[in-house]
Structure formats: C-alpha cells, structure tokens
C-alpha cells in the first residue's frame, strides 16, 4: 500500500511539473528566442518566437481591430454627443479662459508671443500709410473739381439754408461780446486809436467831452447797429455771395496755401488723437474683454463649442480617414522594440499568465493522478 501512494503521489508530481513547465515554456516562446537562429543552413524550428515572427502581422491585425471597433465614427460621435463630455468641456476651456486671463497678459504681449514684434509702431505706420494712400486718391480724385461738383445738390441747398442762422449766430456772438468789459474796453482802445492817429483832433475832442469816455457813448450804439435787422440783411447777403463764390472754386484754389505736407501731418495728428493706439496695445486682454467676459463664458464659449462639436460629429468618419488612425497604431506597434513589447503584455495579463501557468500544473497533475489509477487498475 505504502508503494502504490508513493508511485500515485510521484506520478502527480511529473504530470504536474510537465504540465506547468510545457505552459510556462509556450507563454515564453510566445516573445522568445526574438530573432532566428541557424545551424548551417538549418533553421532551428520555434525561431523566432510567434510575437517576433508575427510582429508586423499584429500591429496590422490591432490596426484593424482599433478602427474597426474601438475608435469607429459611431464611438465619437456617441462620446461628443454625450451631456456629460460637453458639461466637462465647457468647464474645462471656463477654467482655462479664466485662468489665462487673471495672469493680466496685455495685447502688447500677446501680440510679441505670437511673434509680432512693436506692434505699436507697426500699427502706427499701417495707419499713417492707409492717411497717405487715401490722401493722394482723394486729391487725385477731388483736387480740381469745385464744391458744387463734390457736395451732392441737396446738401449745397441745406448748407445755403443755413446761411441765415450763421449769420445770427455771428451777430449774437458780436453782440454778446461788446456787452462785456472786455468788449467795451476794445471799443475805447480802438476809439483812443482812431483819434490819436489825427493829431490835435483828438486834443480837441478831450477838451470838449472831458474825462467822460467816448466808449460810454458809442457801446450801446454798436450794439443797436448789430441788432437792427439791416445789419443782418447785409451780414447774410454778404456770406451769400462769399458762399456762391466759394462753392465754384476748385479745392485747390481754396487750399493755395497749404502744403501736402500740412496737411498730411494735420489729417495724422487728428487721427492719431482719435485712434490712440499705444493705450489700446498696453491694456489687459482682461480689461479689453471686459464688457463682454460674462457673455462669452456664458453665451459665446458654449456655442462655439456646440459648433466644434456638430463639426467634429458630421465629419468624424472623414477626420479619423485623414489621421489614418490604423497607420498610427500599426507604426507605434511596429516601433516598440521586443523586449518591451514583452514588459507591455507580461504587464497587461501577469495575473492570467501565471494562472495559465498554474493550471498547466493542476492539469498535468491531473493527468498523473489518472494515469496511476489506470495502472493501479491494470
């Protein structure tokens, strides 16, 4: 009895360590020997092993598999549509909006980041060239022809309608200003002007009137003469008829004596006093943006993503086309030298690998248990 357990139990114990080791030695000629060895011009069999040997056969078989049925248009489009995704995405470009504008980045600097260097000075000397450009075609344009042939009809009839309010304008502005101290005080200087031109005239006339100023005199009557009616007549027929000469001048004989160069230099320093541009450059994207930053978190940020993502989803089998998604997986498979393709499956399936291994033993020894009951019984 004693030598039947004994033979039973050695019999397991083979059938197990054969088992075990026959696993052990299939899930190791999967990756090993990783090239082919000869004797003569003998190939030794099993060399390499099946992943060496049909090392590019996978990487095209994963290829497949990864177009196919993992990363298909059908799986995008499920993953863009899903709430989830868009909830995370719009939280996450929020953040990421935020946290670059908090770093108080000016235009300046985001310009010079984008390698567009002294954007200051070339905006300036965009927009003084643009104040060139359009200075010489208007003046090539409009330099010989007259008011009347620029100005449509209807403006030169309002303009000739407004002849009359400029001439009130102008004799309240006059009236207002002999009113004053000041206007009376001009009054009695060019009076005192007037008479000290005439010599003994004016000893004369001291004489007479005393210390009582002449200006006392002749203000209110100034004042009368610009308030008559005549005076506003003859004011209005006066810029009437300087008006009708006006408009049929050319525009050069009315700028003889102004140069190009005047004007051009005038036309810049109003433009450049309207568009101040080196305070625009120097502000914050922050403070630039600020009207509109709770719109663009809330309105704009949400759509434009909304929009990339119907893009993405209508166009997703042609992008994954494009990218060759199977090209790159076969070419990273490819890449990926033996040994560590070795350490990336024995670390995906170790668990398996050695269960594989232990149930090679448990069979064989299985089979030993079997093959003693047999003899036992034969």
Known sequence: MSDWVWRMAFMVFVGAIIGGLTNFLAIIMLFRPYKTYFIGKWQLPFTPGLIPKRKDELATQIGKIVVEHLVTPESLQKKLKGEKFR??????VSQKLNSWLDKGLTLEQLLNQ????????????????????????????????SINNILPAEWTEELQGKIPDVADHIIQKVTDYFATQEGKEKIKIMIENFLKERGKLWNMVQMFIGNDSLADKFQPEIIKFFNNPSTKTMLVNILESEWDKLQNKPIDAIFTNMKDDQLLLHTKQIVASIFQVEPFF??????????????????????????????????????????????????????????????????????????????GAILGGAIGLIQGIIVLLT
């Open 114 to 145: 984008l390698h567009i260097n002294e954007p200051i000075a070339q905006t300036n000397a965009y927009i003084n060239k643009k104040i060139e450009r359009k200075y010489t075609g208007l003046k090539e344009q409009y330099w010989t022809k």
């Open 87 to 92: 909830q995370e995405t719009e939280a996450l």
């Open 282 to 359: 120097k502000k914050t994207i922050a403070e630039l943006i600020s009207p509109y930053r709770e719109k663009l978190q809330e309105e704009i940020v949400p759509r434009i993503l909304e929009a990339a993502g119907e893009y993405l989803t209508n166009r997703s089998g042609e992008i994954l086309e494009r990218f060759q998604v199977e090209e790159i997986v076969r070419e990273q498979i490819e890449s990926f030298s033996l040994q560590r393709l070795e350490e990336l499956v024995i670390s995906i399936a170790k668990k398996e690998l050695a269960m594989i291994t232990y149930l």
